[in-house]
């Protein structure tokens, strides 16, 4: 038997607790422990997924452990996992399920949760963050602020690989599509995803000093608002894989009318359909694979 089969084996029924209460002991057995029993930690591209068999099936923080996706599972003090139901804040103490149907993506929420991604700075990591706008009963928070919140930073190991885009889109996606939630008890579609995410490069609209001002800042502005309620459906600047996509003859006059009125006679249908097309030039969300 293989070192990698019989990582696998080892660690194929543990949970994200029981894999880590698995380091405690003495330090060699610490070591081994941690090489077998975290398939999420591993960097190898040839280690083993304890799920499928195949090649790895973690990425970015996302990892399949048994048949659910999670969010750093090798965390103690806060962790997510995608249910059916909704997104599941798992703790030290107890688990939180925030509803799929829930979900309240505006800029400043009254009620529901949000879950928002962060980029990491000199000073701070990569981190998700889920803010619940539902006060527990007997509990009174202020208007426009979080009864709580859950952080979950990138990994120390992985500071630069980290799901801050990706796992909110994804929540965001599920709460808006019904039939992609039963997706996320299938091991192999949860597979699929985890291996298009890693396949799927950083997006950036506008390459390195570009200048994002002026009349290109009101015109991308206004597409924005246009393809937030077209299809195909954007989540975090991304579209859905799949999906239709309208032609520029009915998007560019849409796109004029919500540009500002000092602006639009500036600015030319050849301008507005260029920068459209840059735009639209990131690769689709792979979400679609959870529907199958």
């Known amino acids: 038997m293989s070192s990698a089969t019989a990582a696998c084996a080892f660690a194929r029924c543990q949970s994200p607790d029981s894999a880590i209460s698995g380091m405690r002991g003495s330090t060699s057995v610490g070591i081994r422990a941690r090489t077998f029993s975290e398939p999420w930690r591993s960097s190898s591209p040839n280690s083993v997924d304890c799920v499928s068999g195949a090649g790895r099936r973690s990425w970015g923080g996302l990892a399949i452990v048994g048949d659910r996706l ?3 599972p090798d965390r103690k003090r806060g962790r997510l996992r995608f249910d059916p139901d909704g997104l599941v804040v798992v703790s030290r103490t ?3 399920l925030h509803r799929w149907e829930a979900l309240n993506d505006v800029a400043v929420p009254s009620r529901g949760w949000t879950i928002r991604g962060y980029p990491g700075s000199r000073t701070s990591s990569a981190a998700v963050v889920v803010s619940d706008y539902d006060p527990a009963p007997g509990e009174s928070r202020q208007v426009g602020w979080p009864a709580s919140e859950a952080k979950i930073p990138a990994s120390l190991r992985t500071p630069f690989h980290f799901a801050f885009r990706e796992a909110p889109a994804l929540a965001k996606y599920v709460a808006a599509t019904d039939q992609a939630r039963p997706g996320l008890t299938d091991p192999s579609r949860l597979a699929a995803l985890v291996d298009a995410l890693r ?3 950083m997006f950036h ?5 570009d200048h994002w001002s002026g009349d290109k800042m009101n015109v991308d502005l206004a597409i924005h608002r246009v393809l937030g309620r077209s ?5 975090d600047g991304r579209p859905i894989h799949g999906e239709h996509h309208p032609p520029d ?3 560019v006059p849409l796109i004029r009318a919500q540009i500002a009125p000092g602006v639009t006679e500036r600015v030319s249908d050849a301008q507005i359909s260029e920068q459209l097309e840059r735009f639209r030039d990131v690769r689709p969300w792979p979400f679609d694979v959870l529907v199958g």
Do not use: C, I, M, V
């Not at 609209?205 to 000093?209: A, I, Q, S």
């Not at 299809?231 to 989540?235: N, V």
């Open 94 to 96: 107890d688990e939180r």
């Open 199 to 201: 396949a799927s490069p």
């Open 249 to 251: 003859d009915e998007l």
């Open 70 to 72: 999670w969010l750093r």
């Open 231 to 235: 299809d195909p459906r954007y989540f």
């Open 205 to 209: 609209r506008y390459p390195p000093g």
